[in-house]
């Protein structure tokens, strides 16, 4: 098995130790090193798959690496990372958040429903992780993790949303009437609202990635 360890605490990396004979999947760009006798090639996954991840705005084709030796890698942004084991299970993620997984782990796109993808701001589609084995997100910030009872939910701010298991509903709503909106929108705050029910754990960002972007360009 992989030995995965995540370095630092406020901004973190993630490494990777593989023996011979393993390997693990990544998306290119966030690659800081690795040892000169990893292997590398790019995969496809085939068409269907290639096109899912696309469509989801993540790379085309993921890096394989074959062991042995040590690689790392890190987000875009100061924050941690999620190590999610899926034991069989299944999770949904947003769309730029992914760094790396077990070769065990199947990757591709679930549609987000077009008026959730449009308004919620993530897209039509989102990101999909199945099976058995580990999947390393980014957090921008620190990560914010709930677990909700079958019925319960929570509205969450749309570009926080992290990730959620798959068993758990997501759903867009507005933040309120057209007042409401217009004076959150000038406060920087979304218009939507993510509202997402149980059963099911979800990860949330503690930094909008979107409304990082909007100080940064409000800069004077």
């Known amino acids: 098995m992989v030995n995965f360890t995540e370095v630092g605490k406020e901004i973190q990396y993630i490494q990777a130790t593989l023996n011979e004979g393993e390997s693990i999947m990544c998306e290119g760009g966030h690659m800081i090193f690795k040892s000169p006798d990893i292997k590398m090639?790019?995969?496809?996954?085939?068409?269907?798959?290639?096109?899912?991840?696309?469509?989801?705005?993540?790379?085309?084709?993921?890096?394989?690496?074959?062991?042995?030796?040590?690689?790392?890698f890190s987000g875009f942004l100061p924050g941690e990372i999620i190590n999610i084991p899926l034991q069989g299970k299944g999770i949904i993620a947003e769309f730029n958040s992914f760094l790396c997984m077990d070769s065990t782990v199947t990757y591709s796109a679930k549609f987000a429903?077009?008026?959730?993808?449009?308004?919620?701001?993530?897209?039509?589609?989102?990101?999909?992780?199945?099976?058995?084995?580990?999947?390393?997100?980014?957090?921008?910030?620190q990560?914010?993790?709930?677990?909700?009872?079958?019925?319960?939910?929570?509205?969450?701010?749309?570009?926080?949303?992290?990730?959620?298991?798959?068993?758990?509903?997501?759903?867009?709503?507005?933040?309120g009437g057209v007042k409401t909106m217009l004076l959150a929108g000038m406060e920087g705050e979304g218009f939507f609202f993510a509202t997402i029910t149980g059963p099911g754990k979800v990860w949330l960002h503690s930094i909008s990635l979107a409304q990082l972007a909007m100080k940064m360009g409000n800069r004077r």
């Not at 899912?52 to 993921?62: E, P, Q």
């Not at 709930?146 to 507005?174: N, P």
């Open 113 to 141: 429903g077009t008026w959730a993808g449009l308004l919620g701001g993530e897209g039509l589609f989102l990101e999909r992780f199945s099976g058995n084995g580990n999947v390393f997100l980014h957090c921008h910030g």
């Open 143 to 175: 990560p914010i993790e709930f677990s909700l009872k079958e019925g319960e939910s929570i509205d969450v701010e749309a570009s926080h949303v992290l990730a959620f298991e798959d068993t758990a509903q997501y759903s867009i709503k507005r933040v």
């Open 41 to 72: 090639e790019t995969q496809s996954g085939g068409i269907f798959s290639a096109l899912s991840r696309a469509m989801a705005g993540s790379s085309v084709f993921l890096l394989k690496l074959d062991g042995p030796g040590v690689v790392a």
